[in-house]
């Protein structure tokens, strides 16, 4: 995200963007992404973070035990804890990748270099993503809200897990 979609938004170098159709943009990006697309140069402050290289070298065996175990413990919570948040966190990624950067009834709060827009249809789907533009246009803000009637509830999660919330800056 950091290195080609912001970087090449909407361009043959973006990883999923809509001008190669619809589908591209939803689903099968991810079957025709390139591994050797991928610089860690962007990332320099992940791989030096102890606890994202632990997860990352551990990744399969973290996901698969830790459905194992939920789903032993109980099915009917893993489907409804564990694999139902998987779909919609899935299906919200699609659509924001898919939707946000065509203009179906959205307009641009920020001039970007890029077609990204803020698609109010869609925030009932996928919350604060729906404000796309805000995001490409700011992106270092978490908010993508930008007015009172861009509501952004994916902040306010984030603002009260903080830790730092009391901290001067």
Known sequence: HRGYH????DTDRDPHTPDKGFWHAYT?????????FLSTRYVT??????????????????LWTSHAVIFLLSPTAWLYGVMLPAWIAYHS?????????????GYRRYTTRDGSYN??????????????????GYSKNPNYGRCKWELDPTYWLIWLLRTDRGAKR
């Open 28 to 36: 099968l990006w991810m079957f025709r992404f390139k591994r050797n």
């Open 93 to 105: 990624f699609a659509l924001n990748n898919t939707f946000n950067h065509l203009k179906h009834g």
């Open 6 to 9: 912001h970087r090449y938004a």
């Open 45 to 62: 402050d992940l791989i030096k973070d102890k606890e994202i290289n632990f997860a990352h070298r551990h990744y399969l065996a973290i």
């Open 119 to 136: 698609v109010p249809w869609l925030w009932f789907f996928i919350l604060g993503e729906a404000w796309h533009n805000n995001h490409h």
